[in-house]
């Protein structure tokens, strides 16, 4: 078993593509806050103590503009090789929680997988992800509303309220789209600004508006 003392946690930087790994333990840190940041200076993921077994998380993502937060309590990774976290719109890995080796060799996988979608198309840096277009791309929202339009006829768009009648509406919005329930205005931001984001929702098995 890892004691979770041995836990390292780590992000990438969408800037430059390095995964960025604590130099201690998760829960050998000591302090209430602490800021994991990029050599490259321009990205850092922030740990916040909530209790003695429980972090807020805040970090970036290689496809969206802004971080994402989650509060993740100990016995989720307690004694795991290996536990991320993942893009809650595309479900790409943005942080990832284990023993060193198990960290590392993750890392490796997921920035194989960046670098063949980047390959196929086009992009040559992690820099060009964060390119931004004057207006939503046409064949992402097209791409997009197909998704949602699959998942619709699966049933597997839910909201919190979980009320019956499953009646959404979509609206575009500068950056993407945005589908929210008509019964209790619950919703979902989807990212349709950067160059993969569209890809890497073609994996997204069902979402939940909140």
């Known amino acids: 078993m890892i004691e979770t003392k041995d836990t390292v946690i780590a992000y990438r930087c969408p800037y430059c593509g390095k995964g960025v790994i604590s130099n201690e333990g998760v829960f050998a840190l000591t302090a209430e806050k602490v ?85 196929e198309n086009g992009i040559e840096s992690f820099e060009g992800l964060h390119k931004k277009n004057s207006s939503v791309d046409a064949d992402a929202l097209n791409t997009i509303m197909y998704v949602l339009g699959e998942l619709d006829e699966e049933g597997k768009i839910y909201c919190k309220c979980d009320s019956p009648s499953k009646s959404y509406e979509i609206s575009e919005t500068e950056s993407g789209i945005i589908i929210k329930c008509t019964v209790c205005g619950a919703s979902r931001a989807i990212p349709a600004d950067s160059y993969l984001a569209s890809q890497a929702f073609l994996d997204t098995d069902s979402i939940t508006l909140e």
């Not at 536990?83 to 942080?95: A, N």
């Open 35 to 119: 800021s994991l940041r990029c050599p490259c200076k321009r990205s850092e993921a922030v740990f916040t103590y909530e209790n003695k077994d429980k972090l807020k998380i805040t970090a970036p993502c290689i496809f969206c503009p802004s971080p994402h937060t989650y509060s993740v309590s100990r016995p989720a990774f307690e004694g795991k090789e290996i536990f991320t976290l993942e893009c809650p719109y595309t479900g790409s890995e943005t942080v990832f929680i284990g023993d060193l080796d198990h960290v590392r060799a993750e890392l490796s996988r997921t920035e194989l997988e960046i670098l063949n979608m980047m390959d």
